[in-house]
T-cell receptor
Framework: AQTVTQSQPEMSVQEAETVTLSCTYD???????LFWYKQPPSRQMILVIR??????QNATENRFSVNFQKAAKSFSLKISDSQLGDTAMYFC??????????FGAGTRLTVKP | DTGVSQDPRHKITKRGQNVTFRCDPI?????LYWYRQTLGQGPEFLTY????????KSRLLSDRFSAERPKGSFSTLEIQRTEQGDSAMYLC???FGTGVEQYFGPGTRLTVT
């Protein structure tokens, strides 16, 4: 079974600073996908960034980037130039074969002005 | 609004009653997923459809739960004889073709009293 662990229940960062959210996962698969989803308070979940396991290059989406370490089964999210709108729950997720997605317990990020 | 929609947004029911939720995916999205999210946790996969076929069901989906997608468009999730442990947010997501990105709806929050 695949498990996803987010070891930081809560984090905070000052506006304009950089923060890194951690995620580790456990799988015996070689091909899979990893995701970071954002769930703002009382709003629906949206995709922040995704990474295909077969790609060595780390994914980047504007201020969001990942550090994907396949051998270590680690997938951290770096948010640069944090903005107040980044305040949300962040979920790391794992998926294989394009079916069920397994989520971590989430990290509650607060961006302070 | 062309996103995933769910109805109702909130449902309060008494233990033992049956409830039904509806999900309308993004138009032309052939895959549809149901998840359950309890407070402080990440979403847990329940089941998914490709068109009208239910291809995978989690062990979390007990005999009291049933999901349908009769015409490959909207889907319903029914819970019979609700229990207090069923209280959660029920999320629906959809995806297109072989794409891995899932688009989430706002969820239906169920409270069983």
């Amino acid at each position: 079974a695949q498990t996803v662990t987010q070891s930081q229940p809560e984090m905070s960062v000052q506006e304009a600073e950089t923060v890194t959210l951690s995620c580790t996962y456990d799988t015996s698969e070689n091909n899979y996908y990893l995701f970071w989803y954002k769930q703002p308070p009382s709003r629906q979940m949206i995709l922040v960034i995704r990474q295909e396991a077969y790609k060595q290059q780390n994914a980047t989406e504007n201020r969001f980037s990942v550090n994907f370490q396949k051998a270590a089964k680690s997938f951290s999210l770096k948010i640069s130039d944090s903005q107040l709108g980044d305040t949300a729950m962040y979920f790391c997720a794992f998926m294989k074969h394009n079916n069920d997605m397994r989520f971590g317990a989430g990290t509650r990020l607060t961006v302070k002005p | 609004d062309t996103g995933v929609s769910q109805d109702p947004r909130h449902k309060i029911t008494k233990r033992g009653q049956n409830v039904t939720f509806r999900c309308d995916p993004i138009s032309e999205h052939n895959r549809l997923y149901w998840y359950r999210q309890t407070l402080g946790q990440g979403p847990e996969f329940l089941t998914y459809f490709q068109n009208e076929a239910q291809l995978e069901k989690s062990r979390l989906l007990s005999d009291r739960f049933s999901a349908e997608r009769p015409k490959g468009s909207f889907s319903t999730l029914e819970i019979q004889r609700t229990e207090q442990g069923d209280s959660a947010m029920y999320l629906c997501a959809s995806s297109f073709g072989t794409g891995v990105e899932q688009y989430f709806g706002p969820g239906t929050r169920l409270t069983v009293t």
